[in-house]
């Protein structure tokens, strides 16, 4: 059974930039036909799906984000990492990381598009 962990720093200033590593074990994030999926939720508010990188290394990002947000992967360690620039404290939410079979629906963050999470890790943008 695959497993993901988020890490991370917890607080970021303003302006910093956020990186984020998403730890898998169970499965390789080189299996066909899988994505690697960011999602968030800031306090009071409904998921966003922020992007993800496939099982070939192809990324693709939410157009609201796009512009300050990179998803990398290093396949020795089975990891994949989000790069989110520039932050505001509107950035701050639970952050998760998690897979998809196939990129339908993932935009919608709706839970049934992903098969497995992980637990989440809480970020707080503040000076």
């Known amino acids: 059974q695959v497993q993901l962990q988020e890490s991370g720093p917890t607080l970021v200033k303003p302006s910093q930039t956020l990186s984020l590593t998403c730890t898998v074990s169970?499965?390789?994030?080189?299996?066909?036909?899988?994505?690697w999926n960011w999602i968030r939720q800031p306090p009071g508010k409904g998921r966003e799906w922020i992007g993800y990188?496939?099982?070939?290394?192809?990324?693709y990002r939410s157009a609201a984000l796009k512009s300050r947000t990179s998803i990398s992967r290093d396949t020795s360690k089975n990891q994949f990492t989000l790069h989110l620039s520039a932050v505001t404290p509107e950035d701050t939410a639970v952050y998760y990381c998690?897979?998809?079979?196939?990129?339908?629906?993932?935009?919608?963050?709706?839970?049934?598009?992903?098969?497995?999470w992980g637990q989440g890790t809480q970020v707080t943008v503040s000076s």
């Open positions: 998690a897979r998809s079979n196939g990129e339908a629906m993932v935009t919608t963050a709706a839970l049934d598009a992903f098969d497995s």
């Open positions: 990188i496939a099982y070939t290394g192809s990324t």
């Open positions: 169970g499965g390789s994030i080189t299996t066909a036909y899988y994505y």
